[in-house]
């Protein structure tokens, strides 16, 4: 079945900092693939997503880009703030069911000023 | 409302009790969707629904979990004779066609079995 495997942190940096958060998947075909946000007290958010190979996803200054070649989707941010402090999810969907989400457990990012 | 709404925010139960969560979709969302966040696992599919239809509800893990849409709009997902293992954050989603990177998710639900 799909699968999605990601770091699971937690992570702390210094405001600044550059991230990477990691994540690879097990899907047959060409899913999709995502990254959603969790701000504390808030409900999940779509941050970026990719549809097919090569396909870069960037959002406020995220970026993620789908290999095929590695099945990976990793989150990377140049200089993250204080702001950025939220548990981050990789997640895909497969076409005849893109409704259902097959999530990752999570990476809770903690950034310092 | 502006956003999914789902209620209770917080729920404490006893093993062997019945209890029932509620979500209001978006207004005008035909799709809407159940999960379930345990504690060490990620987001669980449980159910998804189009219009009042389910015709997906692979991922309730037993027969115990039930849930129903009326009217096209709220939604319940009750728990019968819960069980210490169902305690979880439980989230709900809606969008307004079938794909699930348009969803919007609430806030969910957190339920402790004691």
């Known amino acids: 079945g799909n699968s999605v495997t990601q770091m699971e942190g937690p992570v702390t940096l210094s405001e600044e900092a550059f991230l990477t958060i990691n994540c690879t998947y097990t899907?047959?075909?060409?899913?999709?693939l995502f990254w959603y946000v969790q701000y504390p007290g808030e409900g999940l958010q779509l941050l970026l997503k990719?549809?097919?190979?090569?396909d870069k996803g960037s959002n406020k200054g995220f970026e993620a880009t789908y290999r095929k070649e590695t099945t990976s989707f990793h989150l990377e941010k140049g200089s993250v703030q204080v702001s950025d402090s939220a548990v981050y999810f990789c997640?895909?969907?497969?076409?005849?069911?893109?409704?259902?989400?097959?999530f990752g457990k999570g990476t809770l990012l903690t950034v310092n000023p | 409302g502006a956003g999914v709404s789902q209620s209770p925010s917080n729920k404490v139960t006893e093993k062997g009790k019945d209890v029932e969560l509620r979500c209001d979709p978006i207004?005008?969302?035909?799709?809407l969707y159940w999960y379930r966040q345990s504690l060490g696992q990620g987001l669980e599919f449980l159910i998804y629904?189009?219009?009042?239809?389910?015709?997906?509800k692979s991922g309730l893990p037993s027969d115990r979990f039930s849930a129903e849409r009326t009217g096209g709009s709220v939604s319940t997902l009750t728990i019968q004779r819960t069980q210490q293992e169902d305690s979880a954050v439980y989230l709900c989603?809606?969008?307004?066609?079938?794909?699930?990177?348009?969803?919007?998710f609430g806030q969910g639900t957190r339920l402790t079995v004691v």
């Open positions: 207004s005008g969302h035909t799709a």
């Open positions: 997640a895909l969907s497969k076409g005849g069911s893109n409704y259902k989400l097959t």
């Open positions: 899907a047959t075909g060409y899913p999709s």
């Open positions: 629904f189009q219009g009042n239809s389910a015709p997906d």
């Open positions: 990719a549809t097919k190979a090569d």
């Open positions: 989603a809606s969008s307004i066609g079938q794909g699930a990177s348009e969803a919007f």
